[in-house]
């Protein structure tokens, strides 16, 4: 069972809260981080917002945004999972704060999948990247499957039998305790 | 495993930095694309054009092209027989 905050790869992850609002918006509002990312406005009381009905959703367990620090506390970056239907969840908001642990986009994946697989019981991701992500898209086809694609995006899916040949891979060059 | 195609495929990890900015010494962390985003697309390109598994200290131990090439090249099974 995994506690929050969770320590884990040399990572704390809690739950977003609304006093988060800014370095989200410093992130989501990057110009180089945030051109894959649906756009967000500069604005701190919408995003506060934002934040406070996100907790009314993640309170009824249909939502989970993740904030992660390093072991001085600074915030590093971000992670969400969201949209649940049946066994199937969508995993995104993935943004990771420049000057990060080098390997932090792997282990806030690590971490945001083995908690929706194992700790709320999902049996498939579904989600999209931009084609014009590449860097992000070649990574996931090492593992998801491909359901389909428009001119913007592909759209990926990954079951449970992937999610375990993706965390066996991964903590192979991330060790669990990093 | 061809010095030159492994400069290539590693430059194009970088979206923004010409392929003809990149030689074996280049120190690849220094430029301002290096993030956690391309330390995972590189594992997945070495990965996927050479089938060997980059590790997390292989990178945090490199800092030039060419570190990284010695270490693939030293992982490819039939360069090690």
């Known amino acids: 069972m995994i506690t929050l905050p969770a320590h884990q790869y040399g990572l704390i992850f809690r739950l977003v809260e609304e006093r988060d609002a800014e370095f989200i918006l410093s992130l989501r509002t990057d110009p180089k981080l945030a ?26 367990g249909q939502e989970y945004y993740f904030l992660f620090e390093n072991e001085d506390h600074e ?3 971000l992670v969400r999972l969201y949209d649940f239907d049946g066994k199937t969840y969508t995993s995104g908001s993935w943004l990771i704060k420049p000057g990060a642990d080098e390997f932090a986009a792997i282990k806030a994946d690590l971490f945001s999948a083995s908690f929706a697989m194992n700790e709320l019981g999902f049996e498939r991701c579904v989600f999209d990247v931009r084609k014009a992500n590449k860097k992000v898209l070649r990574f996931h086809l090492m593992f998801a499957s491909v359901t389909g694609e428009d001119e913007l995006n592909v759209y990926l899916a990954l079951d449970r039998a992937a999610y375990e040949r993706k965390f066996k891979y991964l903590t192979s060059i991330i060790k669990p305790q990093e | 495993m061809n010095v030159e195609q492994f400069i290539r495929r590693f430059a194009e990890q970088f979206d923004e930095t010409p392929t003809h900015d990149f030689t074996v010494d280049t120190r690849f962390k220094e430029n301002d694309e290096w993030s956690s985003m391309t330390a995972l ?12 598994r980059l590790t997390g200290d292989d990178i945090r131990q490199s800092s030039t092209i060419k570190d990284i090439y010695d270490i693939v090249s030293a992982k490819i099974p039939n360069q090690q027989a």
């Open chain 1, 35 to 60: 051109r894959h990312l649906s756009a967000t406005e500069n604005d701190l009381p919408k995003q506060q917002a934002w934040i406070r009905t996100y907790k009314q959703r993640e309170a009824l």
């Open chain 1, 75 to 77: 915030p590093q970056g």
């Open chain 2, 41 to 52: 697309s590189l594992i997945a390109m070495v990965d996927e054009s050479y089938s060997v």
